[in-house]
């Protein structure tokens, strides 16, 4: 079992950035990869990115150059920084971490984009 708690969203002015936050507890050394997901409103959830165990990461072309993620094992938690926001990144943004084929969810964190 994994706790996955997210943490850093609010709400930004276009072109701002923020850094959020996956800390993670339980059997962490299981972990295969962890990563983001986001769900704006009225629509499916998004694929943002991943970073396996083994330092690979993969990012959504809609984010990449803008979006990177990155860990800190000494704190078991895995960040997502955010840059050069847009209004079209409003959404709620869930981290996630997978052991084999079973995936554990965070609650969410809200991000907001807007003048």
């Known amino acids: 079992q994994v706790q996955l708690v997210e943490s850093g969203g609010g709400l930004v002015q276009p072109g701002g950035s923020l850094r959020l936050s996956c800390a993670a507890s339980?059997?962490?050394?299981?972990?295969?990869?962890m990563g983001w997901y986001r769900q704006a409103p009225g629509k499916q959830r998004e694929y943002v990115g991943m970073?396996?165990?083994?330092?690979?990461?993969s990012r959504a072309d809609s984010v990449k150059g803008r979006f990177s993620i990155s860990r800190d094992n000494a704190k078991n938690t895995m960040y997502l920084q955010l840059n050069s926001l847009k209004p079209e990144d409003t959404a709620v943004y869930y981290c996630?971490?997978?052991?084999?084929?079973?995936?554990?969810w965070g609650r969410g964190t809200q991000v907001t984009v807007s003048s």
């Open positions: 970073l396996t165990s083994g330092g690979l990461t």
């Open positions: 339980g059997t962490i050394f299981s972990i295969d990869a």
């Open positions: 996630y971490a997978r052991i084999g084929r079973i995936d554990y």
